[in-house]
C-alpha cells in the first residue's frame, strides 16, 4: 500500500498551518479528506504538491481549493522535494485519480529525473 509519510491529517485552514507547519522549508504536502473505513477513518488523498522555498505559504496559497484536510512533511532539499512529490504523484494515481492534472514539473534550471518514470528523458 502507498505510503505519504507525512505528519497530518490537519484541517485545512490558515491558523492550523500556521500551528503545525512552523519551520520555513522546503517540503511536501497532500490535500484530501476523511473518509469512514470500518472503525477508523482514512486519509483520502486527492492533491499532491511541494514548496522549493516554503511549505507554510505554498499550503496557503492552495486554500481556495477547498480541501478539508491536509497532511505535511519538510524535506532535506528541493531535489528531495521534487523526487516525493514525482513518487505521491505516481503512488496515487497520477492525473487518473488525483486533481493534479499533469506531472509535477522540475523546478527552473535543473535536469533532475522522476525516480518513477521517463518524462523527462
Given at each position: 500500500m502507498a505510503s505519504l509519510d507525512m505528519q497530518g491529517a490537519y484541517d485545512f485552514n490558515s491558523?492550523?498551518?500556521?500551528?503545525?507547519?512552523?519551520?520555513?522549508?522546503?517540503?511536501?504536502?497532500?490535500?484530501?479528506?476523511?473518509?469512514?473505513?470500518?472503525?477508523?477513518?482514512?486519509f483520502i488523498v486527492e492533491y499532491v504538491g511541494r514548496s522549493d522555498t516554503d511549505i507554510n505559504k505554498e499550503l496557503k496559497a492552495r486554500l481556495s481549493l477547498k480541501y478539508s484536510k491536509f497532511k505535511f512533511s519538510y524535506a532535506t532539499s528541493p531535489k528531495d522535494a521534487f523526487e516525493k512529490e514525482c513518487r505521491n504523484y505516481h503512488d496515487f494515481g497520477g492525473s487518473d485519480k488525483l486533481a493534479n492534472k499533469i506531472h509535477p514539473d522540475r523546478p527552473a534550471g535543473t535536469d533532475w529525473k522522476c525516480p518513477s518514470c521517463n518524462i523527462f528523458d
Open positions: 491558523s492550523e498551518i500556521d500551528r503545525v507547519v512552523t519551520k520555513t522549508s522546503f517540503g511536501n504536502y497532500a490535500l484530501g479528506h476523511l473518509e469512514k473505513l470500518g472503525e477508523g477513518e482514512t
